[in-house]
């Protein structure tokens, strides 16, 4: 698996393309820019199959049309909850207007399979009402679940500060570490942030 990183769009959304050992991709929260993440994939000569979505936030799926026109074999993947987003952008912004329609809408444990990869969907509401992370191997990705030293936002359509609580708990008692690839600011890990993130620990009932 390699791991290949786009800064995107006006609030730096971090997309990720994913690279199976056959070469075969998936792109992690596409926002805006997709010409620059045509032209990566196709830099990297790579076969484009899943769009994958944390949630349906402008930022997260402002490129998601564009890598369809180019890509018609790519289908795009979200929990089933933040489907109403996608499709009604004004819930979330009157002003900015993304419309996409989802082709495959999940639930907590289903799984993308890509070659030997498999990405599980696991349902992590409190930023939005269908916020996931995607876990892979050892990997992480948290969209706006979690930060380096935060959390995303509740006070949003959909969002839920008791949801996030819970969600942020769920992450943490995930056995083991992983490496976190989240939706917006620096890469971390688990142990790290079990440690030094003051809203992980208090939503883990260990304190600040």
Do not use: W
Request: proline share 5%; aromatic share 8%; hydrophobic share 35%.
């Amino acid at each position: 698996m390699q791991i290949h990183e786009l800064v995107v769009g006006p609030l730096k959304t971090n997309c990720y393309i994913v690279t199976s050992d056959q070469n075969h991709a998936v792109v992690i929260d596409p926002g805006f820019e997709a010409e620059k993440i045509v032209a990566k994939i196709r830099e990297l000569g790579a076969k484009p199959k899943f769009i994958l979505l944390t949630h349906g936030h402008f930022d997260h799926i402002g490129g998601v049309n564009a890598l369809k026109r180019t890509f018609p074999e790519m289908k795009s993947v979200i929990m089933r909850e933040d489907e109403d987003i996608c499709l009604d952008p004004s819930l979330i912004n009157k002003e900015i207007g993304v419309v996409t329609q989802p082709e495959m809408l999940f639930a907590d444990g289903d799984i993308v399979k890509l070659d030997d990869l498999s990405f599980k969907f696991i349902a992590t509401p409190g930023h939005t009402k269908g916020s996931a992370c995607i876990l892979c191997e050892d990997k992480l990705f948290t969209g706006d679940t979690l930060f380096s030293r935060g959390y995303g936002r509740t006070d949003l359509y959909g969002g839920s500060t008791r949801d996030m609580k819970a969600s942020l708990k769920k992450i943490g008692a995930l056995e083991g570490d992983y490496e976190v690839y989240p939706a917006h600011g620096p890469h971390t890990n688990l142990k790290t942030e079990r440690y030094a993130n003051p809203y992980l620990r208090k939503a883990m009932g260990l304190g600040i």
